[in-house]
């Protein structure tokens, strides 16, 4: 454990000095370009906590690629994750905080007059966060760290047990309400129509169908492994839910005659 936080910290240690060595430089240019200093705060703390995010998938994604079948072609894998944190990740992250988190900075700054007066205003279980700049600040930061340990999880899980599966049956029911809950949480507002609502529906429904396809990858132990829970326990109703080795049921009927 120790030897694997110590390889995952030290190996990008070196960009991260040279980030650190030019934020004097950095902040420095802001304020004399008339930048509030609350807003550099802000933005400091939003990248960190956006690149421990972006950090522990990145370890996640080389940890699981590594002992696929294709570990080979781990430079491959390396640019296609890249790729999709250049091109989808930091773009998402760049337009939810300036459209979302840093709206209220529009009246103190004039670098967000644009976002405040063609973004729409967003509102989270009636909480109307973009109105608020802590609100907003809180919502993001909580989200950010929330994705970070349900990573970690992961992360940890198939650095002990390799032969395990990515995620258990525990952090799956807990990924799969959270999401839920923030998707289902962005339609619960007084300004949206009925339209809209049904919409969020529609929006559910969606995701629920990503997450039941990405899950049954996710959770599907080995052949081994899941013969040796066919053959050596006597299961009951609560382990066919929170067992890690459980199988589904289609697949449990599949094995059985192969036997």
Partial sequence: MGNFAGEGLGVPLLPVL???AAMPLHVASGLWGG???LWLVSYYILVTFG???VFSLAMLFGLVGSRSPLAK???LSAVGFAGLALLVMAPAFVTWNAEVTWRGFGTVSPLFNEFRNYSTPLAWLYLPITDNMLMAHLFTIGNLVIVAVLVWRMLLRKFVIPEATLVSKRL???GVFYLNVLVWGFFQ???LSDRARL?????LLGLNIVIFLGLIFALAPSRQMLLDWLRYRRHSLLD???HDSSPSVVRSLLILPSR
């Fill in 240 to 242: 066919w839910i929170w």
């Fill in 18 to 20: 040279l980030i650190v």
């Fill in 172 to 174: 799956s029911y807990v």
């Fill in 35 to 37: 930048v509030s200093l």
């Fill in 199 to 203: 919409a969020g529906v529609g929006a």
């Fill in 73 to 75: 072609q781990q430079t």
């Fill in 51 to 53: 690149t421990a995010v």
């Fill in 189 to 191: 507002s007084s300004s």
